[in-house]
């Protein structure tokens, strides 16, 4: 990729100079051994007294840098807001979507790390992605803010920045701006404190929610398919089987101890449910959010919740994520998480009788799926879901729970283990 024409003379130097250290958040310095210098300036948008928007090339990466230059050279800087004031200009794509005048103060979302989330004035949330990329969540974003829904389905977007590459058909999405929504939690620390009330015996309505859920994806997938529905072929259908068996052998090999055993054990009956993609022909498919599950799902301080993070599933390539697929995935996806969320309580929570959890979670999948059906044959769309999907998609979505356990957070395996050993009983002990 070629540097752009009239480059800053001092940002080109500066950025040649810098460190890692420099470049990446704090909370990302663990990253910092992945970036190959020397680094090179290959465009900037300057918003003024030596603030700049600069895409840097990091060997074989190509890296977003919101900093500010000064006599000690380039590096990372809290100019979010600047930057959003700025307009269209060059190869850098500004496009508004809400009012953003962000007053100033700029603090750090610490739980993220795969992109550099902060907090503006208490009332923007600015995401800048630490690469840049191809990313689905543009376009995702736009569809949801056009929705005609009866409620909001995302916080407010405000805005979107990307970068339009001469030798690109895609833009590289640099960073996007959504409504901060203070207090709010997500799913996974207000359903499990829901879930585990639940299962206490408070008296707590843990069922209504995930209705309200299934509503949001409904009217979600409703406005992505205003966007174009294809049909899968058969040989596209049968790619999505190939790449499930992929992900059984996958956690077989990686899966050790105890729950290894418990998974080669039920390998055949996972399997026989696998399978289940190989006898369907074509399929209809659509955007969708592709990492959909009850973490994605915030809840407001006055209870109402909200779709988040629509970058796609993280362990595809951009390309993959950009791709139209079956709306059951992100069903699928969801009534795992559900799963998910008794299994979490349930392990969490010593003492507790296990039985009003899982009880719970037959519930709380019907009452989403029903309400998200419901808002489908509202529009005349119900045929979007392709339900004999949707059993083998959630079989798949533990193999991958086990994967990303084995490769990124060891103790999560208690999750799928208890997953795949209640939905097949061993005829010998599992203890």
């Known amino acids: 990729m070629s540097a752009s024409a009239h480059l800053p003379p001092a940002l080109v130097a500066a950025v040649s100079a810098a460190s890692a250290k420099d470049l990446l958040p704090d909370r990302s310095q663990v ?80 739980v993220d790390q795969s992109n550099d989330s902060v907090i503006l004035g208490n009332e923007v949330m600015m995401k800048w992605q630490i690469d840049a990329v ?31 590459d001469p030798e690109r058909t895609t833009p ?3 960073g996007t701006a959504t409504r901060f929504v203070p207090g709010a939690r997500d799913g996974w620390e207000w359903a499990v404190e ?31 398919a205003a966007n174009g529905i294809t049909e899968l072929s058969p040989t596209e259908v049968a790619a999505l089987g190939t790449a499930a068996f992929a992900d059984l052998t996958s956690a077989c090999e990686l899966m050790d101890g105890e729950e290894g055993d418990h ?39 006055d209870g109402a919740y909200a779709i988040v993070d629509f970058d796609g599933n993280p362990v595809q390539t951009p390309a993959e994520r950009l791709l139209k697929q079956p709306a059951a995935r992100d069903i699928a996806g969801m009534l795992a998480s559900i799963d998910h969320v008794a299994r979490v309580v349930n392990y969490r929570t010593p003492g507790l ?58 103790h999560w395996r208690y999750v799928p283990d208890a997953v795949i050993t209640s939905e097949f009983p061993s005829s010998r002990s599992d203890n």
């Open 134 to 164: 191809e990313s689905p969540a543009p376009a995702r974003l736009r569809s949801v803010a056009a929705s005609p829904a009866p409620m909001p389905l995302t916080p407010e977007p405000l805005a979107i920045i990307e970068w339009v």
């Open 353 to 410: 009788d296990p039985r009003p959890a899982l009880i719970w979670i037959a519930h709380a999948q019907e009452a989403f799926l029903a309400s998200y059906q419901q808002v489908l044959a509202a529009y005349g769309l119900r045929n979007i879901l392709d339900d004999r999907l949707i059993a083998p998609f959630m079989m798949q979505q533990e193999m991958r729970e086990y994967i990303y356990s084995a490769r990124h957070l060891p």
């Open 172 to 174: 590289l999405t640099l």
């Open 194 to 224: 829901l879930v585990r009330a639940h299962a206490q015996g408070a008296g707590v309505d843990a069922i209504t929610p995930f209705a309200r859920i299934g509503e949001l994806a409904g009217h979600m997938h409703v406005a992505f």
């Open 31 to 110: 990253r910092s051994g992945d970036l190959d210098g020397p680094f090179a300036l290959v465009d900037s948008l300057d918003a003024g007294g030596g603030v700049y928007l600069a895409l840097i090339d990091a060997g074989n990466r190509l890296i977003v840098v919101p900093g500010r230059l000064d006599e000690a050279g380039f590096r990372r800087a809290p100019v979010s807001a600047q930057l959003l004031q700025q307009e269209s200009t060059g190869n850098f794509r500004i496009e508004r979507l809400g009012s953003c005048e962000p007053s100033a103060g700029e603090r750090a979302l610490e």
């Open 263 to 301: 998974l080669l054990e039920r390998q055949e009956k996972i399997a026989e449910r696998l399978t289940q993609l190989t006898t369907i022909g074509s399929t209809p498919a659509t955007d969708i959010h592709g990492d959909f599950h009850v973490g994605q799902i915030i809840e407001s301080a």
